[in-house]
């Protein structure tokens, strides 16, 4: 009996595997090849792309990920080609107007949207998971969205607890993000996601190709991302008013970008947005809270998944910790 034929038959692959550590070096290094070879040089370079983020210059980034990729042919690569803003969507958004218009609540002022993986990787056999989308609706009661510029907003994300924790609206919306599957499943399953910088890579002289596709490919998932977001915004609409805030949530390129125009400041916090490019980050933040003797129970930890998400209160049993530290997710 052929091995492949049995019913528990399950392929495991060996290191001449695509993707794995097996990789077909140019003859040449390609340029980022030598830049990320300097650990400041690379985090140089990491920084221009999120700042275009996170100014919402989506069509930029690509244009720059693009001309990188071109020089390179592996598995990565050939998938980000692959993934042209036309193939990637949100699904769903052209429901928002008419579930507003029957919504009797206070008006919606911002919508967060963050790209994220689930904590559990262990899929199916075969099977290529899309990424998440956290959603969540405001109003002003929480946050005065409507009249606060895009550097009051970035700000209160840097906060350890922003205003709109736990006050998002009751609202039954959902959406998915499309045309993601195939290289999301390769990035999360990407063997070659370190440049150790000790000789173990194999190479010399340059940094290796699989590790520059891999960071290529991450911003480049983040990129078309936002590209979906930005394209479902212009042909659907959003609520009058209503700010829009999009980001990526721990899949290794992380920006945060409020789209639309610029409003009038508060005068509540920095504002410069771009000066301060931690405000940007989607990492864990921890929140030591104040003593309080009066106080019988504690917020959980703040991330920007709890931007991006409400947090919901921690119970006496502590529930898993992708709720406690992430809030509620809205899924399809």
């Known amino acids: ?49 999120a700042e275009l ?73 075969g099977a290529n998971p899309e990424p998440e989308l956290l959603i969540g609706l405001y109003s002003d009661d929480c946050f005065p ?6 550097a009051d907003i970035v700000a209160e994300c840097g906060k350890d607890l922003p205003a709109w924790v736990n006050a998002d609206e009751d609202v039954e919306f959902y959406c998915t993000v ?12 990407w063997k070659h996601r370190h440049f150790l910088r000790d000789g173990r890579d194999g190479v010399e002289g340059r940094a290796p190709g699989g590790y520059v596709e891999y960071v290529l490919g991450n911003w480049l998932r983040a990129t078309r991302f936002l590209q979906a977001v930005q394209r479902a915004v212009a042909e659907h609409g959003t609520p009058d ?16 970008a409020v789209l639309g125009d610029d409003r009038g400041e508060l005068g509540t916090g920095p504002k410069s947005a771009s000066a301060e490019p931690s405000f940007a980050t989607l990492t864990v933040k921890p929140w030591v809270p104040r003593e309080d003797p009066t106080a019988e129970t504690f917020e959980p930890a703040a991330t920007l998944r709890q931007r991006l998400a409400v947090a919901e209160p921690e119970p006496a049993a502590r529930p898993g910790l992708f709720k406690r530290l992430f809030g509620r997710l809205r899924r399809s």
């Open 241 to 256: 008013g209503a700010r829009i805030i999009a980001g990526t949530v721990e899949i290794n390129a992380d920006f945060v």
């Open 145 to 150: 969205f409507s009249r606060a510029s895009k």
């Open 53 to 125: 983020l996170n100014g919402g210059r989506a069509d930029e980034a690509d244009a720059r990920l693009s001309a990188e990729l071109a020089g390179f042919d592996g598995k990565l690569a050939r998938l980000c080609q692959a993934a042209t803003p036309a193939t990637v969507h949100i699904e769903g958004w052209d429901d928002l107007l008419p579930i507003l218009a029957e919504w009797e609540g206070p008006p919606v002022t911002a919508i967060t949207i963050g790209l994220t993986n689930p904590p559990d990787l262990a899929f199916e056999p």
């Open 1 to 49: 009996m052929n091995a492949q034929s049995h019913p528990h038959f399950v392929p495991i692959p060996d290191a001449a595997t695509e993707g794995l550590r097996a990789y077909r070096e140019p003859a040449e290094p390609h340029p980022l090849q030598l830049t990320f070879l300097d650990p400041d040089a690379e985090q140089a370079w990491v920084t221009e792309i």
């Open 178 to 189: 499309r045309g993601l599957a195939d290289l999301n499943a390769a990035l999360i399953h």
